[in-house]
């Protein structure tokens, strides 16, 4: 993982204003990248698969939109690099993150840009008397919905805010646990491989008992990751033992 804190990311240079739209963000966004400004911080891709077929996920969410199934083909490649974002095949909905994991360089601009996004999307549009009396009901409803989109919080909005401006990461570094399922992503999926495991959903390894088991849902696959979390909990135990850490039941 330490490699991570060697990747080069941009200096964020994108001006804005509170009252930017997500359009004008967009375009931006295509100018920056000319300056090579398409760099602001890493994250791995969101898996699309819902194989749990969660009915609060958006409809699109299915495994011919996930990028990484285009990655079953080249498993091998899969270990060291993220789905190719220029390729349409890889992504048909743009690419949304995981906000599991990420690379970032602390930066105030960047922050500014964040509040500023938020704030727009949960205030109404400032506009003028005449332009309210003349807005269409369609126009509001669409309005309405752009500022509810924001299904997972904070990586539906840095998803959206900073679209083509991030840097993918190959999927060992925020491996969510429902990948290694059959059916899901386990044609990439190598044990070896892996650096960092991402718990997704309930239960957690850590609310069960010594072994973990199927998860609440009635699904199995997690076994395998929720003996790893527990054998890694023992090692930390045994080590702090050993030193004389007080046993606080942690």
């Known amino acids: 993982m330490d490699e991570l804190m060697d990747l080069p990311l941009d200096d964020n240079q994108l001006e804005h204003s509170p009252a930017v739209t997500t359009a004008e963000y967009g375009s931006r966004s295509e100018e920056t990248d000319k ?19 969660k009915p ?3 409809p699109s969410w299915q495994p011919k939109n996930c990028p990484f ?7 091998d490649s899969a270990q060291t ?12 909905l743009g690419g949304d993150l995981n906000g599991g994991l990420q690379v970032v360089r602390p930066d105030k601009q960047t922050f500014e840009q964040i509040t500023a996004f938020m704030q727009q999307l949960s205030l109404p549009p400032s506009r003028s008397r005449a332009e309210t009396q003349t807005e269409t009901e369609t126009e509001r409803k669409e309005e309405n919905k752009r500022r509810r989109t924001m299904e997972f919080a904070d990586q539906s909005l840095l998803s959206e805010l900073f679209r083509g401006r ?3 990461l190959p999927y060992v570094y925020n491996a969510l646990k429902t990948m290694r399922w059959d059916g899901v992503h386990a044609d990439i999926w190598r044990d070896g491989e892996v650096r960092c495991v991402h718990y997704i959903l309930t239960p957690k390894p850590w609310e069960g008992e010594v072994g973990g088991g ?33 046993i606080d039941g942690y």
């Open 56 to 58: 609060h996920y958006p």
């Open 35 to 53: 300056n090579n400004n398409g760099r602001v911080f890493a994250a791995s891709y969101a898996c699309l698969c819902n194989p749990l077929h």
């Open 166 to 168: 991030w840097v993918a």
């Open 69 to 75: 199934t285009s990655q079953h083909s080249d498993p």
């Open 81 to 92: 690099e993220a789905p190719n974002p220029n390729d349409p095949m890889t992504s048909p």
């Open 214 to 246: 199927k998860t609440k849902e009635g699904l199995g696959g997690d076994d395998v990751t929720t003996g790893w979390w527990w054998e890694a909990d023992g090692e930390r135990r045994r080590s702090e033992r050993e030193r004389g850490f007080a």
